[in-house]
Each structure stands twice: as structure tokens, then as C-alpha cells.
């Protein structure tokens, strides 16, 4: 069990996980006059050099021999650094390209659309609230998609490329360092040729525009990086209820960016969408929340009865035995 210390810093790893998160559509218009293609190449170059010089810091290669002998592990990463790239790319387009709140609107219905993805992939049961929320969030969508004379295809694209790839990285189990290493690194040949191909055709923006601007480019890796550290800092710190509750402040600070800091438009029929959306999350989170308490209460009553079973048992024999460790259910 961690100590309070321990979970308040782990609070404070996860905000600044998803605050980082949350205010990077403040650094990606910094990079104009690249396009959204180089500035994705150059993400998926420079971040792999950042996680190299992490991994040889924290000596951590066991990892690789394992995953080069696991066909079925690396080609879920392979998938995870396929979706990654579109999820990656379409986010750079569409803050440089003006729809940061339709961007932001992708992480507020991604946990929907993974609870979707789980009944329809995984065969898992949802609880009745689970059930409301999504079809809350379904009727969001319907909602927008009047509302913008199509489907909201940057939310969903967003939002279904982001569940596609927390599934494939559950699958494979790994660290989040050693798996943004493997994503990376099939990426690194591509992503490099494509840079290659820009330089010599004439059309990268990389040295063209001073110094500042090429380390900029360059930073797209740190921007990666950290927060994903952090939140690998956070996920071992504080319980599962608390990084849910904590996911939405990434999406909620690109949305006040969108209106406040970029003066994108809110029609009626957008507020409408984007209220249909927090109340399915609210439903959502309520719902986890009850449940984690009532799973905390029975494991608390399991263990009070096995304590319990071995005070009544030891008298009785003169010794007092190892009572087998009970199972809370959910």
C-alpha cells in the first residue's frame, strides 16, 4: 500500500501528466510553417531519441529480447504504432488547422467509445449506468453530426484510433516507456525517409527557419516523452478511480483553449453535443465510483470474516494457522 506521501505525489505526476496533455495545442502551432505530415515525422524521430537516452539512463533493455520473441507482441505494437500515428496526425492538423474543441471532443468520448469496443471486441457486460452513458454519447454524436451537416469525423477519428490503441497496449503489457520505445522505433524508418525525401525534394522546413525553430522541431520529443513518463509515475502511485477522474483534465483544457485562447465558434447545436457528452461521463464516473467503493467494502468484509474464521480456529488447536487469502469479488 503507498504512503500518503507517496499518493500525493502521485496526484501530482498525473495532473501534470494530462496538464501537459491538455496545453500542448499551445505548441504545436509554434512549429508553422512546418506542415502537420513533417511535424508528425519529426514527433516520431526525435521521440525516439528521447526514450533511447531514457532507457539507457534507467538500463532497462530485458524487455527487447522478450518482444523480439513474441510474434503476437510485436505485431500489437505494430497496430498500437499504426493507430498512434493517425491518432498523432490528425491532432497536429486539426489544432493548426483551427478545431481544437472538435479535437478536444475526441477525449471526451473516447472512455465511451472504449466501453463500446469492449461489449462489441471483448464480449464484456456493462452495468445499467454504462448502458446510459453510451447511449447518452451516442445520441451526442447524432447531435453533432446535425448540428455540423456531417459526423464529427476528427472526435471520432481521434477517439476510436486512442481506444484501438490502449487495447493493443493492453494486450501487449508492457511498460509505457519500453512501449512508446518499440511504437517509436517502427516508426523511426518511415518517419525518417519521409524527412529524407522532403530535404531532398526541397520542401522541409527543418534548418530553414533558424535555429529556434529547428529545436523546436526537435522538442516535439520531450513533448512525447514527458508527460508519458509522468503518467507512468502517477499510474503506480494513486488508484485507478483517481487517473479516471484525473483523464478528463486534458480534454477539458484543450476545449477552454479552443473557445477562450483560439475564439473558435460554439453554435447552439455544439453546446447541446458537448452537454449530451458530459453527462454520459458523469453517469460514467458516478458509476465507477460506486463500484469501487462497494468492491472496497466487500474486500473489507471478506477480510474481517477470514480475521475472524482465525481467531475461532486457533484456540481450538493451540496454533495459530495461516488463513488462505480470500478473493474479493466484484
Not at 69 to 85: C, D, E, H, N
Not at 242 to 248: F, I, P, W
Not at 311 to 323: E, F, K, Q, Y
Request: include cysteine; hydrophobic fraction near 55%; aromatic fraction near 10%.
Amino acid at each position: 500500500m503507498t504512503s500518503d506521501g507517496e499518493q500525493r505525489a502521485g496526484l501530482l505526476y498525473g495532473i501534470g501528466a494530462y496538464g501537459m496533455w491538455g496545453l500542448v495545442p499551445l505548441f504545436w502551432p509554434l512549429l508553422k510553417p512546418s506542415g502537420a505530415a513533417e511535424i508528425l515525422a519529426h514527433r516520431m524521430v526525435w521521440s525516439l531519441a528521447v526514450v533511447a537516452v531514457a532507457l539507457l539512463v534507467v538500463r532497462r533493455w530485458g524487455w527487447v529480447r522478450e518482444l523480439i520473441r513474441s510474434p503476437r507482441k510485436l505485431g500489437l505494437i505494430t497496430v498500437a504504432a499504426a493507430v498512434i500515428t493517425v491518432n498523432w496526425g490528425v491532432y497536429i492538423w486539426a489544432v493548426n488547422s483551427g478545431h481544437v474543441v472538435e479535437a478536444s471532443l475526441g477525449y471526451f468520448i473516447n472512455p465511451l467509445v472504449t466501453i463500446a469496443m469492449g461489449v462489441l471486441l471483448l464480449k464484456e457486460r456493462l452495468r445499467p449506468a454504462q448502458w446510459v452513458a453510451v447511449g447518452t454519447g451516442f445520441a451526442a454524436v447524432l447531435v453533432l453530426a446535425i448540428g455540423y451537416g456531417q459526423p464529427p469525423w476528427i472526435s471520432l477519428t481521434l477517439a476510436f484510433s486512442f481506444a484501438t490503441y490502449g487495447l493493443a497496449k493492453k494486450k501487449v503489457n508492457i511498460g509505457g516507456l519500453e512501449s512508446l520505445a518499440a511504437e517509436t522505433a517502427i516508426q523511426f524508418l518511415p518517419a525518417l525517409g519521409f524527412l529524407l525525401w522532403l530535404g531532398a525534394d526541397g520542401a522541409a522546413t527543418f534548418g530553414a527557419h533558424g535555429v529556434g525553430h529547428a529545436a523546436l522541431l526537435a522538442a516535439t520529443g520531450v513533448v512525447t516523452a514527458a508527460p508519458l513518463v509522468c503518467f507512468g509515475a502517477a499510474a503506480i502511485r494513486v488508484p485507478l478511480s483517481t487517473l479516471g477522474l484525473l483523464q478528463y483534465l486534458a480534454p477539458v483544457f484543450q476545449f477552454l483553449l479552443g473557445i477562450l485562447y483560439f475564439h473558435e465558434a460554439m453554435p447552439a447545436e455544439r453546446w447541446a453535443g458537448f452537454g449530451l457528452v458530459w453527462l454520459a461521463l458523469s453517469c460514467l464516473t458516478w458509476d465507477a465510483l460506486r463500484t469501487a467503493r462497494r468492491t472496497r467494502a466487500e474486500a473489507a468484509r471478506l477480510s474481517r470474516e477470514a480475521a475472524l474464521r482465525v481467531a475461532v480456529v486457533a484456540p481450538a488447536t493451540g496454533v495459530a494457522p495461516t488463513a488462505a487469502p480470500v478473493k474479493p469479488t466484484s
